[in-house]
């Protein structure tokens, strides 16, 4: 087996980088900075990235079917037309949460775009607690709002045959677990599947692999792990040389790489000189498994 290597791909520095997806078309890597709010795409040939400014915090960033991004920006879902730097809102969440912004999120395998919100932070992991909610913006752009209470809601993904939807609540220190039905896109059943240990401080984002294990990063852990949800064990951890590790994709020729992104916000000037990547993005290769290409939002 071909040893693992890491790479600081992209050295420009997100205040949270996040919501990585891979876009096979254009050989790219488009992700957002939270809190920088920004959404960028960089370029896996020419190392170019290119940038475009939105109003609010950018939780995550999906591709479209029909071409363009759906955003879920400050409580809006909205499209953006990268070429154009337009941003056209489709639907609003948490009227009547004021302080609220959305964060991570993900398409399902039949085109929903699911996102979660969550209280401004006080302090990085810092928050008003249950404040946030779990939402999937339907293909006739109607929002459908799945659960409640919730803190940071984080990573997400579904299984190989899409009846498990995994999700992370990230003050639950765990990934739990729903069935999920495909045709209604309604989960149920929620229950425990992985529970952090203490050095593996916050669970981040995640994503599902070709075998149907998950990646999940660790904010404040430096590290991504491998678990397989079949036995609720972790089989893999991969170190990395910064603590503020926050989302993992597959991308690359034949999504044989992983990229993990991560952030500055947070850390004093002390930190940041001891891991002077931090905020960068990193490329993994030689882990011997690949990952499955990203859907699209089908509104
Ligand atoms: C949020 C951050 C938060 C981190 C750790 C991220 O997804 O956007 O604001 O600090 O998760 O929970
Ligand atoms: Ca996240």
Same mark, same amino acid.
């Given at each position: ?28 890597? @488009? ?38 991004? @759906? ?17 056209? &809102? ?5 009227? &009547? ?70 999700? %992370? ?20 059943n929620r229950r425990l599947m992985y529970k952090l240990e203490q050095a593996e401080a916050i669970p981040d ?11 999940? #990063? ?8 491998? %678990? ?34 991560? #952030? ?36």
């Amino acid at each position: 087996m071909a040893s693992i290597k890491i790479e600081c791909v992209v050295k420009d520095k997100s205040r949270i980088g996040e919501s990585p997806v891979w876009e096979e078309k254009h050989g790219c890597l @488009v992700y957002v900075d939270i809190t920088g709010q920004k959404v960028c795409c960089w370029n896996a040939a020419t190392k170019q990235v290119k940038t475009v400014h939105v109003d609010a915090p950018v939780g995550s960033v999906v591709p479209r079917r029909s071409g363009g991004y @759906v955003l879920a920006v400050g409580k809006r879902f909205a499209f953006l037309d990268f070429e154009k730097e337009t941003v056209t &809102d489709i639907a609003l969440v948490d009227q &009547d949460k004021a302080n609220n912004r959305f964060n991570d999120g993900k398409v399902d395998p039949a085109g929903r775009f699911f996102a979660g919100t969550m209280a401004i932070e006080t302090r990085p992991a810092e928050v008003e607690r249950q404040q946030g909610s779990l939402y999937a913006l339907q293909s006739d752009h109607s929002v459908v709002k799945h659960f409640d209470q919730v803190n940071i809601s984080n990573g997400l993904d579904w299984s190989l045959d899409h009846k498990t939807f995994y999700y %992370i609540d990230s003050l639950s220190f765990a990934v739990d677990a729903f069935d999920y039905d495909l045709h209604s896109g309604k989960i149920s059943n929620r229950r425990l599947m992985y529970k952090l240990e203490q050095a593996e401080a916050i669970p981040d984002g995640q994503c599902i692999d070709a075998e149907g294990k998950l990646w999940v #990063a660790c904010y404040k852990g430096g590290r991504v792990l491998r %678990i397989d949800p079949e036995t609720g064990k972790r089989i893999q951890t991969v170190k990395l040389p910064v603590d503020m590790t926050t989302s993992c994709c597959f991308g690359g020729k034949d999504y044989s790489e992983l990229y993990v992104t991560s #952030a500055v916000d947070g850390m004093d000037e002390e930190w940041k000189q001891r891991q002077p990547q931090a905020g960068g993005i990193f490329k993994i290769t030689g882990l011997g498994v690949k990952g499955i290409p990203p859907y699209s939002y089908a509104g």
